[in-house]
């Protein structure tokens, strides 16, 4: 049944590598204690309804705003990456997942175990300014860049959620974007859509042998953080709270179509959305759909254990909007979507 959620008065910590002061989840960070979500007693958020087969308005998303825990900023992006080549990258295993990115005749690897403790990387790709963005909470990964017409933005973390989603802020106008949706929901640029630039998940290894001339972002980020660790769990071994369970925060709108951490492909054509179940594409190696009058191809690549997304564009195939997304992330941003199963 689909439908609205309904706030869980208590929350299961799963978080790996967490400890419980006084009802709080927190994180050891680097020596000190940041405070993650209360457990037991907090009372319930109440968000903002959504009509049924609409997706929510920025209205209802700004509305829906809750904190995580860290303040702003405490979470802290990377504002001067560092990056080594492909041999000097010996942090990395074989098996742990990174975002690969082919951009402008460069191709970059920003591992997971970095971006888990930062979510935001403010990068230049090409000579052009681009936010590599990523949330643990949802498994989403994107590339940001401002649309023709404003000025470079470069991100920070509001310390705020919305559908379980990081909230991003711009240091320029004050804005701020859920990541998932890419869109300003409150602030001057409210309504703005960023341009997205597609990252790939795939493992170090995959990456490595299909571009061995990659560019790989460096721990050396001037913060102390446990790199090589993940405060949620693991990907590798699907544990924590990658292993599976509903969200920790409270989202607008719930589907129980797949089950809430299944990875879906969402892919977005002109107002419409359309998801695509990730074994599926793993399963049949091309998955055909129109969206809003395109053809779409998604593609699984072989070599890098992953799948693309392709519409047509007069007689060529070019790169579309998507992206990796966990369930119930996607339909709480879209439960109008489409979906591919």
Request: proline letters at 8%.
């Amino acid at each position: 049944m689909d439908g609205q959620r309904q706030p869980r008065r208590e929350r299961r910590q799963v978080i790996k590598g967490a400890g419980v002061i006084g009802g709080v989840v927190v994180l050891l960070v680097g020596g000190g204690v940041i405070g993650w979500q209360a457990v037991s007693d907090r009372p319930p958020e109440t968000l903002p309804a959504v009509q049924t087969g609409q997706d929510p308005s920025l209205e209802a998303l700004a509305g829906a705003a809750v904190s995580g825990g860290p303040g702003k900023d405490g979470i802290p992006s990377i504002d001067r990456p560092e990056f080594v080549p492909a041999r000097d990258a010996g942090f990395l295993a074989d098996d742990e997942p990174v975002f690969g990115l082919e951009r402008r005749g460069e191709v970059r690897a920003y591992p997971q175990q970095v971006l888990v403790w930062h979510e935001i990387v403010n990068d230049t790709v090409g000579g052009e300014p681009l936010a590599v963005t990523y949330c643990p909470l949802t498994g989403t990964v994107i590339g940001f860049a401002a649309p023709p017409g404003v000025p470079e933005l470069t991100f920070g973390t509001t310390g705020r959620l919305v559908n379980s989603n990081l909230l991003m802020y711009d240091r320029q106008t004050g804005s701020e974007w859920p990541q998932l949706l890419g869109t300003a929901v409150s602030g001057p640029l409210k309504g703005t859509q960023l341009d997205t630039v597609p990252l790939v998940w795939t493992t170090w290894k995959e990456w490595r042998a299909a571009h061995p001339d990659t560019q790989v972002l460096s721990t050396d980020t001037g913060a102390l953080r446990s790199y090589g660790s993940d405060p949620y769990g693991s990907y590798m071994d699907r544990s924590g709270y990658y292993a599976g369970g509903g969200p920790f925060f409270p989202v607008l709108a719930t589907s129980d179509r797949f089950p809430d951490k299944d990875v879906v492909i969402g892919v977005r054509v002109g107002k419409e959305r359309l998801a695509i179940h990730k074994d599926l594409v793993r399963k049949a190696g091309t998955v055909r759909a129109t969206v809003a009058g395109t053809q779409l191809e998604a593609r699984w690549d072989e070599t890098l254990g992953t799948a693309r997304v392709f519409q047509r564009v007069g007689d060529q195939w070019q790169p579309a909007d998507f992206l990796d997304s966990m369930w119930f992330a996607w339909y709480a941003f879209y439960p109008n979507t489409q979906v591919r199963q």
